[in-house]
C-alpha cells in the first residue's frame, strides 16, 4: 500500500464560515491539548463543510483529531498571559470513494481554514470502528468459518487480531478486480483461539488469546467495499489450550513509596517543576507522551534544553518468509495512533504509590453522535510522575583518611503505556538531578507466536512445548524505536556532533586510540557503525568556521550543557532486513 507523505494535492476552500457559537477557550498554554468542547466544535465545522457541499460524502470517519501545535517561531515568542492561536487537526476517511482529506480548523473564529484532499492512496491511520466492522465481516465470511472448524476451532470462540496490511502487495489477481487495485484501504486479521465465550471467562483465572495461534489463516479485507478480498489457508497445526496465565513466584513483602514532607513535584496542570527541571506534558494521540519546552534552572537562569521530544515511530518485522507472515511489518505509532491506545495507569501494577496521575481526552473516529454529544472519550490516570531514589549521584573518597564526601540521587519519572496487539511498550522519561534526561522503553506481554510442527525452527530462536505437547513458536522479529528530539541547547541554533572511537595504528604502542569529531549538518537518515561507538552531542553553537566571542562562548555553555549524551550508549543493533529485499 502507498504511504506517501501527507502532500497537499488539492486546496478545496481556504475559508468556511462558523458553525455556531464561538467555542469557549480555557487552554492558557499554546501546547495545551484540545479540550472535549473545542474538539466537538471542530468536528461540527468540518461535518458542516462536508453536509452543504453536494461533492463531498458523508458517512465519514475521523482517523485523528488534534491540536495543530503553533509555528515554533509563534511559540518561542509567546509569553504568559499572551494571546495565541488555537487550530484543530482533523482528518477525514470515507472509506467507500478511498479518498482522505486534512482539515484545518481555526478554534477562535469557528472557522475552517483549510481542506486538503490527500494523494489517492494515502492512508491513515486505521480506527477503532473499522475494526467492529470487519470483525463482523470476517464472522459472517464462510471460508473463514470452515478454516477455524477443519483446526477445531469453534469460529464463536476466536479472537480477531487486527493489523495494518504491511507493504506486501495484494496477488495481482485480485487487485486487478478491485476499484482501487493496490490503492485498496485494507486490513488483515490473524485469528487467536480464545477456547471459550469471552462471557463465559472466569475473571481470575483470563485466558489471554496470544498464546493459541491459529495458523495458516489470514484473512484481508478490504475497506473500501467492506468485504473479504484475500485469505491464506495453508499449514494447520494443533491448538494449544493453554491460558497461558503464570502463577507469580515471589512475593515481596511491601515496599512503601512514601513522601512524608510532601513531594518535590510542583505541578500547575500540565506544567511540571522539579528541582532544576521545568517542562510542559501532554499525551499525543500519535506520538503519546510529549514533552515541550524543557529547560534546565543553572545559576539563576532557566537555560532552554528542548523545544520537543516525543516517540515518533516503532517499526516491527517479522524475518519469517511464507505467505501468513512476510507481510508483517508494523508501523505502531502511525498506523495504529499508539497515544489513543495508552492504558490507565495502576498503582503498585504500573507505578509507585507516590504517582501523581494525569488525565487524557481523545476524539472518537466515528466523531459525535447520539450516545456521544463531543464526540470524544476520556483517558484517565494515562500519565503519571513520581519521584524515587536516584543511588549514587556522585562520591569521591580521600585517600588519606578514607572519608567519603557523597550526594544520593532522586529521580523524577514520567511515564506512560500503551497496549498494542499482543505487546505492551512502556516510557519512561527519567530526569536526573545531574541535568541529564534517560528514555527507558519497557517491552513486555506476548510474544507473536505461531502455531508450528517442529521441535527447532531456523525462523525461532525458541519453540515452546506445552503441557499436552503442542508446539508453539515465537518467529525471529526486531524491534526499532525512534524519538524525534528537538533540542534547542541554549536557544535553537544547535548544531549535532557524532564522536567515533577508533584505534590509532603507528604510535609504536597498541593502547593509542582517538576520538573523531563529525558534524551531522541537518536532520535524515544517517548509517553508522555501532561497533565505532558513535556518541552524539548537541552543542548550542553559531554555524561558523570563525571563533568569533559569540561562537567562543556558546561553544562554552555547550559543554556545560545538561545534556551530554543525547544519544543512547547502550547496546544497539543493525537492521538485518537483506538490502536485496530493497
Ligand atoms: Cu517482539
Given at each position: ?264 513535584i510542583d505541578r500547575q496542570g500540565h506544567l511540571v517543576r522539579w528541582h532544576n527541571w521545568q517542562f510542559y506534558v ?130 523524577l519519572v514520567v511515564t506512560w503505556n500503551c497496549w498494542i496487539g499482543n505487546y505492551i511498550y512502556g516510557f519512561d ?64 541554533v544547535n548544531h549535532f556532533t557524532e564522536m567515533e572511537v577508533a584505534h590509532l595504528p603507528g604510535t609504536g604502542f ?73
Amino acid at each position: 500500500m502507498k504511504r506517501g507523505l501527507l502532500v497537499c494535492l488539492v486546496c478545496v476552500a481556504l475559508t468556511f464560515p462558523a458553525a455556531g457559537e464561538a467555542v469557549e477557550i480555557a487552554a492558557s498554554h499554546p501546547f495545551e491539548p484540545l479540550s472535549a468542547l473545542e474538539m466537538k466544535t471542530a468536528f461540527e465545522i468540518v461535518k458542516a463543510r462536508f453536509t452543504s457541499d453536494p461533492n463531498l460524502p458523508d458517512k465519514l470517519r475521523f482517523p485523528i483529531l488534534v491540536l495543530s501545535e503553533p509555528p515554533k517561531q509563534t511559540v518561542l515568542a509567546w509569553k504568559t498571559g499572551d494571546a495565541f492561536p488555537r487550530v484543530a487537526h482533523v482528518e477525514i476517511l470515507h472509506n467507500e470513494s478511498n479518498r482522505t482529506w486534512v482539515a484545518l480548523v481555526d478554534l477562535r473564529q469557528s472557522k475552517l481554514v483549510s481542506l486538503e484532499q490527500m494523494p489517492a492512496g494515502t492512508q491513515p491511520a486505521l480506527t477503532d470502528s473499522e475494526n467492529i466492522e470487519a470483525d463482523a465481516i470476517i464472522r459472517a465470511y464462510r471460508p473463514w468459518q470452515d478454516a477455524m472448524r477443519a483446526r477445531g476451532v469453534n469460529p464463536d470462540f476466536a479472537f480477531l487480531d487486527i493489523w495494518a496490511p504491511g507493504d506486501a502487495p495484494l496477488p495481482d489477481d485480485v487487485a486487478a478486480k478491485l476499484p482501487y487495485g493496490q490503492n485498496t484501504r485494507l486490513l488483515r486479521y490473524l485469528t487467536f483461539d480464545r477456547g471459550a465465550k469471552l462471557e463465559a471467562f472466569d475473571p481470575l483465572a483470563p485466558q489471554n488469546p496470544y498464546g493459541r495461534p491459529v495458523e495458516g489463516v489470514v484473512v484481508t479485507v478490504d475497506m473500501n467495499a467492506g468485504a473479504v478480498v484475500h485469505m491464506t489457508d495453508t499449514v494447520m497445526h494443533p491448538i494449544s489450550t493453554e491460558s497461558g496465565n503464570a502463577p507469580a513466584t515471589v512475593a515481596p513483602r511491601p515496599l512503601s513509596s512514601e513522601q512524608p514532607q510532601g513531594s518535590d513535584i510542583d505541578r500547575q496542570g500540565h506544567l511540571v517543576r522539579w528541582h532544576n527541571w521545568q517542562f510542559y506534558v501532554a499525551l499525543h494521540p500519535r506520538e503519546g507522551l510529549v514533552l515541550y519546552d524543557v529547560r534546565f534552572a543553572d545559576r539563576g537562569t532557566l537555560r532552554p534544553i528542548a523545544y520537543r521530544m516525543a516517540l515518533s515511530e516503532i517499526y516491527v518485522y517479522y524475518g519469517l518468509g511464507e505467505a501468513n507472515w512476510a507481510w508483517r511489518g508494523a508501523l505502531d505509532v502511525g498506523e495504529y495512533n499508539a497515544g489513543t491506545l495508552a492504558q490507565a495507569l495502576k498503582v503498585n501494577e504500573d507505578v509507585p504509590e507516590n504517582a501523581q496521575l494525569l488525565d487524557a481526552v481523545f476524539f472518537s473516529d466515528i466523531g459525535p453522535d447520539g450516545e456521544n454529544e463531543t464526540g470524544t472519550r476520556d483517558l484517565p490516570a494515562t500519565v503519571a510522575l513520581y519521584e524515587r531514589d536516584g543511588g549514587i549521584l556522585w562520591s569521591r573518597t580521600d585517600p588519606s583518611n578514607y572519608d567519603r564526601d557523597t550526594r544520593y540521587g532522586r529521580e523524577l519519572v514520567v511515564t506512560w503505556n500503551c497496549w498494542i496487539g499482543n505487546y505492551i511498550y512502556g516510557f519512561d522519561w527519567i530526569f536526573k538531578l545531574d541535568g541529564s534526561i534517560e528514555i527507558r522503553v519497557l517491552l513486555t506481554g506476548n510474544t507473536l507466536n505461531r502455531g508450528t510442527n517442529a521441535e527447532t525452527e531456523a525462523s525461532a530462536p525458541k519453540v515452546g512445548i506445552d503441557t499436552k505437547g503442542v508446539l508453539v513458536a515465537a518467529p525471529n522479529h526486531q524491534h526499532f524505536l525512534n524519538f524525534r528530539l528537538d533540542l534547542d541547547v541554549d536557544g535553537p541554533v544547535n548544531h549535532f556532533t557524532e564522536m567515533e572511537v577508533a584505534h590509532l595504528p603507528g604510535t609504536g604502542f597498541k593502547n593509542s586510540f582517538a576520538t573523531t569529531m563529525q558534524h551531522i549538518e541537518q536532520e535524515g537518515f544517517r548509517d553508522t557503525n555501532p561497533s565505532r561507538c558513535a556518541i552524539g552531542t548537541w552543542k548550542a553553537a553559531v554555524k561558523t568556521h570563525s571563533v568569533s566571542r559569540r561562537a567562543m562562548r556558546l561553544s562554552r555553555a555547550a559543554w556545560r550543557s545538561p545534556i551530554r549524551r543525547p544519544v543512547s550508549r547502550g547496546s544497539s543493533v543493525l537492521p538485518l532486513l537483506s538490502i536485496s529485499c530493497g
